[in-house]
């Protein structure tokens, strides 16, 4: 990639994958973007367990994206995951998300998950940001408490798909405004 803007318009949510496999390298490359990511407080209220073992991918693909959660059947595909846990904030960051009725947590993920997808995407590997999943089986898979929420699963792999067409956004108008609404 040439710009940081022409990084940011070139990533897709990827849905094809060749199964290839993703040097370890690249997969820690991803992490530690996330890990470099801003959070409230720097809380840096998160875990990420990068699925990278043939016997771990198996088992996510058998069971995570299946039956209810087979709309993302695509992702049992992927050549790895990284699989995103919110954890607990520093005591400002819960008081003033209490305030202010917001879950900095979430928020600290979301940039942490927005930094590995163009992370990837600089490396040439696609992503695609996962919601829906079976949380029980994943827990399972991966030994995570059962307390503890997976949030988001990203599947991470190569792709024969090329570029595709330009964005549809939404205007400018509808979207950005200038000191008022």
Known sequence: MNTFKELVKSRRSIRSYLGRRIDPEKLELCA??????PSAC????????????????????SSVFSGLYNMNSFASNA???IVLISKKTKLPASIAGYLMRTDFRQIDLGIACS??????EDLGIGSCILG??????????LNI???VNIDLIIALGYTDQGPSSERRLK???????????
């Not at 930094?115 to 990837?120: F, G, S």
């Open 32 to 37: 530690e973007a996330a890990l470099y990511s």
């Open 42 to 61: 720097n809380s840096q209220p998160w875990k990420f367990i990068i699925v990278n073992d043939n016997s771990a991918k198996e088992k996510m693909r």
């Open 79 to 81: 050549a790895a995951y």
């Open 115 to 120: 930094n590995i997808v163009l992370q990837a």
């Open 132 to 141: 829906w999943f079976d949380q029980r089986a994943a827990r399972r898979i």
């Open 145 to 147: 408490p059962r307390l």
């Open 171 to 181: 205007d400018r108008d509808e979207t950005v405004s200038y000191d008022r609404y």
